[in-house]
């Protein structure tokens, strides 16, 4: 009897976890993932979340550094939109409303909301020190818009609260009160373990993305590798378990290994742009002959 409880117990918590969802795949890494919230749903919550934070955030004075953030900033945003479209996902650009901000904080730090809502705070700016760095920064953070990782956290947290609503209902219909409580801790311990590996990958993916980003809107990607180890000098993140972000030596190496990839972008983009340029001159030097 014992074991029939537990065979039921087990199987009905598994259907309480499962859920009907939209499986999509993420761009440039091919991953795919489920969710269960829906775009419009995301976005609501993000432009509300969004217009809170400007209310209170203090909009940085430097005209300069300002302009060079919404300039890196819809740089990428333009090839990225020209990237979805060109790889039929082109409904996809309709949710993006890309918005860049300076704001004024010492904290080396910058995010980004679903939509394209992206902040930088003036602390990150002396460790990017220049825009092909900064693109690295501001790539990830659309890397986390395009991937849909708030969406995706959402819809893993939904998928929990599913657990242990079950386990509780399951633990009152077969009178297994103490097993219930044991389970119940067991199940949300393991589910803040599991969050912040969630959040790492999430970290990791968008590291990956960016670093692609980057390199497709004719930044040097190589520029990722002097930008993290600058980063590192400046914060103890040396190990991994318990943040929510990858350790700097793991995100280097991981960046290295990617770097061929992404370099086969920027290679792509030089030569267009090259041959583009000398399409232009080449027009100009005949109008001008003919001019004569």
């Known amino acids: 009897m014992k074991k029939i409880k537990f065979f039921l117990f087990s199987m009905l918590t598994a259907l309480f976890v499962s859920a009907c969802g939209t499986t999509q795949t993420v761009p440039i890494t091919g991953r795919k993932h489920n969710l269960l919230v829906t775009d419009q749903q995301v976005l609501s919550l993000s432009n ?27 740089r990428l945003a333009t090839a990225v939109e020209s990237y979805l479209t060109s790889h039929g996902a082109a409904d996809e650009v309709k949710n993006f409303s890309w918005s860049f901000n300076l704001v004024q904080s010492k904290e080396a730090n910058a995010f980004c909301m679903p939509g394209g809502k992206i902040v930088v ?64 801790s067991v199940m949300q311990q393991g589910f803040s373990f599991a969050n912040l590996k969630y959040s790492r990958d999430d970290e990791s993916e968008a590291d990956h993305m960016g670093l692609v980003f980057a390199a497709m809107a004719g930044y040097n990607p190589q520029e990722a590798i002097p930008f993290w180890k600058r980063m590192s000098q400046g914060n103890n993140n040396t190990n991994d378990f318990l943040s929510d972000h990858p350790s700097d030596a793991k995100r280097i190496a991981a960046l290295q290994q990617e770097m061929p990839e992404a370099l086969k972008y920027y290679q792509a983009y030089q030569t267009a742009h090259t041959t583009a340029k000398k399409s232009t001159t080449s027009s100009k030097s005949r109008k001008s002959r003919r001019r004569k």
């Open 48 to 74: 509300q979340e969004y217009q809170k934070f400007m209310q209170s955030a203090k909009v940085s004075t430097d005209a300069t550094n300002t302009a060079m953030v919404k300039r890196v900033g819809q």
């Open 121 to 184: 705070y003036e602390g990150l700016l002396p460790y990017t020190q220049n825009e092909a760095s900064l693109a690295i920064v501001l790539g990830h953070e659309i890397a986390h818009a395009v991937a849909k990782h708030s969406a995706e956290q959402m819809s893993k947290q939904i998928r929990q609260q599913y657990a242990t609503q079950g386990v509780n209902i399951l633990g009152s219909v077969l009178g297994a009160g103490d097993l219930t409580n044991v389970a119940t």
